[in-house]
């Protein structure tokens, strides 16, 4: 398994449904570089998702390694799946193969919220991530290390509609504020009696738009804060 050095850059980057972010870290997860992002394609292909990358990354230059946070199932570094992409060109594309040879170092690529996940939470006991935004991302950590992604997004809230569908972004935009904010009120009282976290983290652009008093062990983080997982990343093992 490799390792990084204590002085090593790490290029973080978040791929999202909107917009692809990036920037550069320090070992311990401290930005040393501005936050860049620039829209994501529409609909958005490994080529022209590719393309954005590599325009983000020219201006970051002095890395050693690289991570992603991509918004669809991830296994090995491997897309599976890309539900808010819009193309079905990204099925078993190797993305952490690609960005390694076109960028030219090695890169780390997980689920979205996985790397949020790992970016926020403590490290004490069982955290959820969730994140707000084009589609609903979750993540698990137990005492710091990431568990088995689950793509909860998908699982379905009622009998005909998914998380996704219930609480993405093109709900907020047909629900309303209220509306959205009820189903939220909803989602938040499954997850607490499902998962017993200890403490829930919540990110992503529809996070600003909460407008209910959430429980003391639930905190709101911010997608910028979250891209330092990208330096946790490599610290996984
Ligand atoms: C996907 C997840 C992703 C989330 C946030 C969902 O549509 O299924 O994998 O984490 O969107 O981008």
Redesign the pocket.
Known sequence: METISADAKILAIDI??SHVKAILLDYNGKPVSEYKRLETPKPSTPANMMEQIKALAKDLAGYEVISAG????IKNGVVK?A??LGTQEWKDYDLQKELAAQLGKPARVV????LQGIGMVSGQGLEMMI?L??????ALLLDGKLLP?L?L??HPVKTDRIY?EYI?EKAYESKGKEGWNNRLKKVLTILKTVFNYDRLYIS?GNAKNINFQLDDNITIVSNKEGIRGGANLWKQG
């Open positions: 999202g449904g991509f918004p669809g199932y799946t539900p808010n689920n979205d919220a996985d994140t935004g084009t589609g609903f991302g979750t992604h793509e997004s998908h996704d993405g992503g």
